[in-house]
Each structure stands twice: as structure tokens, then as C-alpha cells.
């Protein structure tokens, strides 16, 4: 689920006049905004964003999955095979979309940094409120529609880079050359100045009330979170990313973009980081 800036706005200026001057680390996996990253390795930070995010947005640390710490703190890159692996596993249209920009660098930011972070959300849409969930989710029309989120109705714009369908089609709400935010971190903490470090990705889960509550703030996801077929093309849309990067991107989630921030949202609920692990090695090391 994406930050809207626009609403707190005026709030954000009043309290960036009363902060003090000095380069301050910024929540709990501690960005500099100096150097737009986060504290220490790719690999710590990396065991840091990608803690489990439980339900109200509770964080659990979790033992990161061997994979990173190889592809992150290691020596080898993404190759132009991984690459084309990984564009031949992605649907039409978006596939041939996607070739067409194969070759074209990351956003970078106002001072030249390259886009360094690979940020899962969920869409926490449609809400159900409190009726139960649609039996199919993985191939219901109303929650896959990628309508709401090219209409106008949620923003003006499109919220994030990529929404991903739960049952694996891919619309580009921003091509990944295009600088976007969708975290309070960047729209609220650091500001502009972050524009470009991070690449986001919408993923298709729907939200309910938790029994018992009556407001947005109190709600669950399916469980499972997300499809195969998301897994799936989530590291597909990882490696070629990173490929364009010439480097492993740090994985990274919305909710622990944003720990230590207030308000922060609690998406991605249930995200399975083993499986998503699993999908990456399937795509970098096929057969
Ligand atoms: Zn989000």
C-alpha cells in the first residue's frame, strides 16, 4: 500500500523547520541521508528490511535466507544470462515491455546515487471489510483488476513502478527509469533527496477486519499472502532489476522502510521470504 504525501504535507514542512541541522539516522534499519542507505553490509541491511512483518505490523526478526547473503556481500554479479532468464519468465505484454528497456540504468537520485533498494509492498486492496474473502482469490476479477490502480482512483498518478496480479500479470505504473516514492521514509523523512533509491512494487493481496474491530487500522491479509505465481514474478522482477543495476539490488519492504516512522503501514502481510528465495535461485541457477 502506497504513502500519499500530499495529505501531510504542510505537517512535514512545519516539522522539517523545527529539525536540527545535523545528518540524523532515520528508523530502526537506520538510513543516513547522506549516503540514501541504510546501516551496515547489504547483507545486514537486508537481514534488517526483510524481518517477518506479522499482523498490525509487529516486526519478527527471521534468519535470512543464504541466497542474500551470497548475492549481496559476494562477488558475483547478475549476468546478461540471468537476465534473459528472468525477461523470458515475465507474461505478455509486459515481457516485450520489458525488453524494450532492458539495457536502460535504474532511476538514480538528485545527487547521482543509482537506485539501490527493491521494495515489496501489498495493495491491501480491494477491503472487505467484514466479509469473508472471495473463495478464488488467485483468479478473482475484482481483486486482480488492475483498474482502480490506472483510474485515478486510489492517486493521480500510479502509487508504484509495478502492480503484479495474484495471478502473475505485471502492469507498469512507472517505468523503473523514473525516480518514484512510496514510503514515508521518502516522502516524509528525507524527502526528494531520496527520489530514485528505491524501485517499488505494488503486489495484489486483499484486506479484511480483523474479528471484533471496525477500522482500517485492524486488518488481515489472506493467508496464504501471495500466489505462485507472485513469487514467481517477483524474482523474476528481482534478477532483471538487478541486471539493469549491474548489481544486487537490497530487497526490502515496505514496512520496514518505514519502522520506527509513525504510522507506518503494515504491508506486506505474510510474505513468504523462503519462497521468494526459493524463485530467484530457480531463475539465477535454472536446471
Ligand atoms: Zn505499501
Redesign the pocket.
Known sequence: ???NPDVRRIIFLVLLAAAPAAAEQTGECRFDPDTLSFAGTAAEQAACLLRKVEVLGKRKAQPLPPLFARLLDGEALPSAAMMQTALAAFPQPYQDYARIYAAAPLSRTASGLPALYF?I????TPFYADQPFPKRLDTDWQINSFAPYMDGTFAREP??HIFLSRYGQIWAGHEFQEGWR??KLESRAIGPASRGRFI?I?TVQPRRLIAGFTDTGHTHGPEPGFSAAQYRQLAALYVYTSARAGRWLIPA???TVDAGIPDA?D??QNFDLGRFAEEIEAIISPG
Open positions: 500500500m502506497p504513502d521494495v509492498h501489498d495493495t491491501s502509487v508504484a512510496a514510503t517499488h505494488e519492504q515496505h514496512n503501514h504491508d506486506p
